[in-house]
């Protein structure tokens, strides 16, 4: 006869419990993981089908990335502006103060750029996407695509992919830029570092792979963003709590993916 | 040419919850069949089986002697072209208009021009009733006005089999029998097979040629409305005569 299943428990070894869970948590990441990886695939492939979402991907594009312009302006103005202020302190105890203008720069095209950019985002633009295909999915919507003989991933995913890979790189850059622009006027008016100096610096010091190593992780991370979002939204059920679930998801597994990527990436690309 | 549908041994579970358990069903052509049965009966999921929406565990589901339940995406995409559904809360696209969302299957499918679908969504929307509402957006349409614009995008690509999830669910009286109308038009005009489950009796006696009520996962009775209405069946006696006593137990 089996033993009953609360002495079952009692007899598992002291670590059981603590395996167990961190072997399903595993589990879990990869099987999660591998389900993304499949709605890329599936958007890869609906990528180079007709039919051409022309409308609905500038549409996205509107909503991805010009709507995102203001928070990225603001952003990265002032994180150029701390960037100068810090920067500034701490290399003067070494006098290296005129360096302040290259090493921001390097910094914000490297990795505060497509890095900080790609977690606004994420915030703003995979939450929204999580959210509105979560609500055509509990609304039945997704089943009324399928019904109509329309791909949801060709009608869906692939116009705000396309977006997000577009234009995440082009919100990076200005991300960078005006991050410089934020911390040239203070490292000038407040700092009173020599403006030529902090220019001449700044120049000489950039390098063509510091701003396509960005580009590159604001492209990867535009992709995460856009296929997190959208998984999450079709995984969506159970009505308006649902939908509420699968937007925090989405902000908080693409931001963790960003940071993951970010660290494989650098270490790819260095 | 009109469809007809053959349903054998289906069965279907999510997790623990065997939710169909051997459904037996066919559907002639030009017929309208009802399906009735109470709430969490499994209804809904068999409606979306027959339509490639979900995968049985076993069984299987014929449409005009093709199988649908192996079917590749690309078969069913043309499969479902036959098919219209009106969805139980119509599930209009919400960022498109009245007229778009009619529209969205023509321009999806169809190479017409611009004009001639204009002039078939005119149509469509005057046929359920609803002219001139081309502009308005879900958000501005009450539940019944919904639906009727829900049945005209399912009618849009001129259906031969169309599936009603519950119709008139969430209806006022009226709005519900001028749906019901609309339905039994339909049937009478365009000949075209439907199914429809819901769990009004009074829809299922107007809009059916013959009734099939689901219990417990299997279809239990099959018949017209006529015999629905004499049957000794007390599980069925007590479902159309509404009453919680019987051998139906609500949990």
């Not at chain 2, 579970?13 to 069903?25: E, I, K, M, Q």
């Amino acid at each position: 006869m089996t033993p009953p299943p609360e002495t079952a428990v009692k007899r598992r070894p002291l670590l059981a419990r603590p395996v167990e869970g961190l072997g399903r948590l595993l589990t879990n990441f990869l099987s999660e993981f591998g389900a993304h990886l499949l709605l890329l695939f599936r958007t890869l492939r609906s990528c180079c089908w007709p039919p051409f979402r022309i409308r609905l991907t500038l549409r996205q594009m509107e909503i991805f990335g010009f709507n995102s312009i203001p928070v990225v302006l603001i952003t990265g103005g002032f994180t150029g502006a701390v960037l100068a202020l810090q920067t500034f302190t701490s290399f003067k105890r070494f006098n290296a103060e005129t360096m302040i203008g290259g090493v921001i720069a390097v910094t914000l095209l490297r990795e505060l750029g497509p890095v900080l950019t790609g977690l606004i985002v994420a915030g703003r633009a995979g939450s929204a996407m999580a959210a509105e295909i979560g609500t055509m999915n509990v609304t039945e919507q997704i089943d009324a695509l399928n019904v109509l003989a329309t791909d949801p991933v060709n009608y869906l995913v692939v116009p705000r992919f396309l977006a997000g890979t577009v234009m995440m790189p082009m919100l990076s850059t200005l991300f960078s830029a005006i991050g410089m622009v934020g911390s040239y006027v203070i490292s000038v008016s407040v700092l009173g570092t020599n403006p030529v100096t902090y220019m001449r610096q700044m120049w000489w010091f950039i390098e063509g792979e510091d701003i396509y190593t960005g580009l590159i992780k604001a492209c990867v991370f535009g992709v995460i963003i856009s296929i997190v979002g959208s998984y999450q939204g079709f995984i969506t059920q159970g009505g308006a709590e649902g939908v509420g679930r699968s937007t925090t998801r989405a902000v908080v597994l693409a931001s963790t993916f960003i940071l993951i990527f970010n660290y494989i990436l650098t270490a790819l690309l260095l | 040419m009109a469809v007809g549908i053959t349903i054998t041994d289906l069965h279907k579970s999510f997790g623990a919850n065997h939710v169909l358990r051997g459904v037996d069903l066919s559907v002639e052509q030009g017929e309208s069949l009802v399906v009735i049965g109470g709430s969490g009966s499994g209804k809904s999921v068999l409606i979306k089986h027959i339509i490639g929406l979900l995968k049985p565990d076993r069984g299987s589901i014929e449409v005009n002697g093709q199988e649908v339940t192996t079917m590749a995406e690309r078969e069913l995409k043309e499969l479902r072209k036959k098919f219209g559904m009106l969805f139980q809360a119509a599930a209009l696209f919400d960022s498109l208009t009245v007229g778009e969302n009619v529209a969205f299957p023509l321009v999806e499918h169809t190479r017409a021009r611009r004009s001639e679908i204009a002039e078939r969504v005119r149509e469509t929307l005057t046929l359920v009733g609803l002219p001139d509402t081309e502009h308005l957006y879900p958000a501005e349409l009450s539940g019944g006005m919904k639906k009727r614009v829900g049945l005209a995008r399912a009618l849009a690509m001129e259906p031969e089999v169309i599936l009603y999830d519950e119709p008139t669910t969430g209806l006022d009286p009226i709005m519900a029998d001028a749906i019901n109308d609309l339905i039994v038009e339909m049937r009478e005009r365009l000949a075209i097979t439907s199914i429809a489950i819901t769990h009004d009796m009074v829809s299922a006696y107007k809009i059916g040629h013959r009734l099939a009520m689901l219990y417990q996962g299997e279809i239990i009775f099959t018949g017209t409305p006529q015999e629905c209405k004499n049957t000794d069946d007390p599980m069925v006696r007590q479902f159309i005569t509404g009453s919680s006593v019987g051998p139906i137990t609500s949990v």
